[in-house]
């Protein structure tokens, strides 16, 4: 069974600054997807990013990026020129890519962002 | 385009009781996946519907059911409720395996 672990419970940025959050993944499988979600305080989950296993390319979403390591097995979220819309629980998520696995997300435990003016 | 929308807002139960949660569909969307999210954690698979049919569950007891409608709505069904099952109840619509979209959640309390 694959995990997602997001070891960091909360960060913290200045406004316009640069921030980076982790994500770390176990699977055996070569094939799977990646998923950057948002949930503000209104609890609506929103995709930031996805980013596609076989692709070496790393996603790029506008101010939100990430840094793809296969081989480590690492996920990370960079939000550059933070702003204060920003703030909220950040979800890193996986999927199989094999479609008897269902469309299943599998979740981190979150990480809490906080923009300061 | 309509997003996805799910009913009630909030409720509160009561242990043993039973409760229906629903979820409309993304515009364009034919599978439904439904998670449970205690309060701190990430999102926890139930499962998912795909044109009407269960074709992935989580560990998650028979007790908690569902059904998908042939406008692939949905609908979630906890029976003998248990204070563990106080939690946000999120649905999420997608095109198949595509990204899948998520609704604003269901709060339940169960006292």
């Known amino acids: 069974a694959q995990t997602v672990t997001q070891s960091q419970p909360e960060m913290s940025v200045q406004e316009a600054e640069t921030v980076t959050l982790s994500c770390t993944y176990d699977t055996s499988e070569s094939d799977y997807y990646l998923f950057w979600y948002k949930q503000p305080p209104s609890r609506q989950m929103i995709l930031v990013i996805r980013?596609?296993?076989?692709?070496?390319q790393n996603a790029t979403e506008n101010r939100f990026s990430v840094n793809f390591q296969k081989a480590a097995k690492s996920f990370s979220l960079k939000i550059s020129d933070s702003q204060l819309g920003d703030a909220a629980m950040y979800f890193c998520a996986y999927r199989s890519y094999y479609s008897n696995a269902g469309n299943m997300l599998t979740f981190g435990g979150g990480t809490r962002l906080m923009v300061k003016p | 385009e309509t997003g996805v929308t799910q009913s009630p807002t909030h409720l509160i139960k009561t242990r043993g009781q039973q409760v229906t949660l629903r979820c409309s569909s993304q515009?364009?969307?034919?599978?439904v996946s439904w998670y449970q999210q205690a309060l701190g954690q990430g999102p926890q698979f139930i499962f998912q519907y795909y044109r009407e049919e269960e074709n992935g569950r989580g560990n998650f007891p028979p007790r908690f059911s569902g059904l998908q409608f042939p406008n692939y709505s949905s609908e979630l069904n906890v029976n003998a409720l248990e204070l563990d099952d106080s939690a946000l109840y999120l649905c999420?619509?997608?095109?198949?395996?595509?990204?899948?979209?998520f609704g604003p959640g269901t709060r339940l309390l169960v006292l």
């Open positions: 999420a619509s997608s095109y198949g395996v595509e990204t899948q979209y």
């Open positions: 515009s364009g969307h034919n599978t």
């Open positions: 980013q596609e296993a076989y692709k070496q």
